[in-house]
């Protein structure tokens, strides 16, 4: 387990936050929902190029916390399965095709 990822399970066990993953799922689609109410901002409804604004790296920190209370309680690696999907998303590059292609 990553520096990060057990810096978040002591911080959650230390103010005893073990809410069910149904509770850590939703917070996670909720916070991925302030990321993108901040790139609306951001871009003007999508008319402009983006402008940074301090503020989304809040959110962003947000939807990261969430991400990791998820990879824990299913002690998921994050680093592992970065890893992986890295290694993935080579394969289908190397194929010809873009990272977010359907082909494996």
Not at 19 to 48: C, H, Q, W
Not at 71 to 92: F, P, T
């Amino acid at each position: 387990m990553a520096d990060f990822q057990k810096k978040v399970d002591n911080f959650m066990k230390d103010n005893k936050m073990n809410n069910p993953i149904e509770y850590r799922f939703l917070d996670l689609i909720s916070e991925l929902g302030e990321v993108a109410k901040e790139m609306i901002k951001m871009t003007d409804y999508g008319t402009k190029k983006s402008k940074f604004r301090k503020e989304i790296v809040s959110e962003l920190g947000d939807a990261f916390y969430s991400l990791i209370a998820v990879a824990n309680y299913y002690d998921v690696d994050l680093e592992e399965a970065l890893n992986l999907i890295l290694q993935k998303y080579s394969k289908r590059i190397k194929k010809g095709g873009h990272s977010g292609s359907d082909n494996e």
